[in-house]
Nanobody, 123 residues
Framework: QVQLVESGGGLVQAGDSLRLSCAAS???????MGWFRQVPGKERDFVAS????????YYSDSVKGRFTISRDNAKNTVYLQMNSLKPEETAVYYC?????????????????WGQGTQVTVSA
């Protein structure tokens, strides 16, 4: 079992930066991790993912070049550095983990989820 707790959300202005953290506990060894976001009334969208060991990363086209996912396995923590934020990126951001070392983009392939952290970007 894996428990995930996100933090770092808040209210920022367009163009600002924010770093989200996801603290994991439990059986996190060999777990690929991902970040997703969801706006009320819409589906949860893939943002970024990272493998367990070699640090392979994947990003949605909309955030590529502005967001960076990273992890510190010694601290069991995954980060999402978000730069040049846009108002349309206002959403609840979720951290997810899967029982595999391979990162994927499909939310249904993740096994564990955090409670989410709100990110609000004002114009």
């Amino acid at each position: 079992q894996v428990q995930l707790v996100e933090s770092g959300g808040g209210l920022v202005q367009a163009g600002d930066s924010l770093r989200l953290s996801c603290a994991a506990s439990g059986r996190t060894f060999n777990s690929a991790m991902g970040w997703f976001r969801q706006v009320p009334g819409k589906e949860r969208d893939f943002v970024a993912s990272i493998s367990w060991s070699v640090g392979s990363t994947y990003y949605s086209d909309s955030v590529k070049g502005r967001f960076t996912i990273s992890r510190d396995n010694a601290k069991n923590t995954v980060y999402l550095q978000m730069n040049s934020l846009k108002p349309e990126e206002t959403a609840v951001y979720y951290c997810a983990a899967r029982r595999s070392i391979v990162p994927v983009t499909q939310q249904e392939r993740y096994d564990y989820w955090g409670q989410g952290t709100q990110v609000t970007v004002s114009a």
